[in-house]
């Protein structure tokens, strides 16, 4: 069966890669985190520097270097690092992506739009320091 609700693999890098920035009392490089959560390197890399770029982590090159966070746990919302990620958090009404329903009404009722809603919420309600 088909997932009916998944993360993409960037957002999931993300969003793990982040709550362990947070926990370490140290800086965290690339090949641990790629290691700690079965990813490749090059896309922890590229994804961490997404959120570099967006200002929630610093970056340090060289032996001792890695990530740390910029912000405060409880600055950074697990839909912060969403939108860095995959772009702003769209509330769908259709399943299907659909404009228009072939059959008038949604054969999902208004099923699609709830859980998408309740989804961008929870999102927006956790912090890095729901984690910590």
């Not at 390197?41 to 994804?47: D, E, G, L």
């Not at 992506?97 to 929870?122: A, Q, T, V, W």
Request: glycine share 6%.
């Amino acid at each position: 069966m088909a997932n009916i609700i998944a993360l993409t693999e960037a957002a999931s890098i993300g969003l793990h890669s982040m709550v362990m920035i947070a926990r370490s009392d140290e800086m965290m490089n690339v090949g641990n985190i790629a290691k700690q959560i079965d990813s490749s390197r090059h896309h922890v890399a590229k994804i961490l520097q997404r959120l570099a770029k967006e200002n929630f982590i610093s970056s340090n090159r060289g032996p001792t270097g890695g990530f740390i966070l910029k912000k405060k746990p409880e600055e950074i919302s697990l839909l912060n690092i969403y939108e860095a990620i995959e772009g702003r958090f769209e509330v769908q009404s259709c399943p299907g992506d659909k404009e228009i329903c072939p059959f008038g009404d949604c054969l999902m009722g208004d099923l699609s739009h709830r859980l998408s809603n309740e989804i961008k919420e929870y999102l927006a309600s956790k912090t890095l320091k729901d984690y910590l």
